[in-house]
């Protein structure tokens, strides 16, 4: 079957402006997580979707960053006024259900990269 | 902020030879994963290994875990060229209705034929 994708696999933007970063979780899964990997940081947590709702937002590095999930299915990370250090590969995964031993199902990534 | 920390960063080892990863995490855990990624992109997953497990198999790999010392490993037997990747560990926190992996910063393995 279909596994997470992402879209797009890569975008350079210019500092300052808005990006919108998409997920396609796995059919069924009712958890999703966007999580970002830097050089200087490694993967960090960033946001975790159950459902529509978002329970926990703790990672996001800014009130810059916000994301939404309609439907309980695709999602949408949003950067505004990008900054250099935003750079990064924004990677999401989704999972069966939360509570229970479900590993990860990540997607390619976002490799972003702003100038 | 990150919770496993894994040693070593980088290990280089021949072809047919074993390698073992090591990961070291900080709070009480739901269960520890491993992963590996390719390339600097999507990470897969390998295995999961619960809290009350001690030890656990899939094909050529070993996962043991230590919750007294916090500790885990990762062996792969028989190690080919192509397994040639970056492997993390991860453990899952489960906190006020959340969950979250947590990322070790990972072991750069290379398998040279």
């Known amino acids: 079957g279909a596994g997470v994708s992402q879209s797009p696999s890569n975008k350079v933007t210019e500092k300052g402006k808005d990006v919108e970063l998409r997920c396609d979780p796995i059919s069924g899964h009712t958890a999703l997580y966007w999580y970002r990997q830097s050089l200087g940081q490694g993967l960090e947590f960033l946001i975790y979707f159950q459902g529509n709702s978002a329970p926990d937002k703790s990672g996001l590095p800014s009130d810059r960053f916000s994301a939404e999930r309609t439907g309980g299915s695709v999602s949408t990370l949003t950067i505004q006024r990008t900054q250099q250090e935003d750079s990064a590969v924004y990677l999401c995964a989704s999972s069966f259900s939360r509570g229970g031993p479900y590993e990860q199902y990540f997607g390619p990534g976002t490799r972003l990269t702003v100038t | ?113």
């Not at chain 2, 520890?32 to 990470?43: D, F, P």
């Not at chain 2, 492997?87 to 906190?95: D, G, K, M, N, P």
Request: aromatic fraction near 6%; charge should be positive.
């Open chain 2, 1 to 113: 902020s990150q919770q496993g920390e894994e040693d070593p960063q980088a290990l280089s080892i021949q072809e047919g030879e074993n390698a073992t990863m090591n990961c070291s995490y900080k709070t009480s855990i739901n269960n520890l994963q491993w992963y590996r990624q390719n390339s600097g992109r999507g990470l897969v997953h390998l295995i999961l290994i619960r809290s009350n497990e001690r030890e656990k198999h899939s094909g050529r790999l070993r996962v043991t875990l230590d919750t007294s010392k916090k500790s885990s490993s990762l062996l792969i037997t028989a190690s080919r060229a192509a397994d040639t990747a970056s492997y993390f560990c991860a453990t899952l926190i489960e906190q006020g209705g959340s969950e979250k992996l947590v990322f070790g910063k990972g072991t750069k393995l290379t398998v040279n034929p």
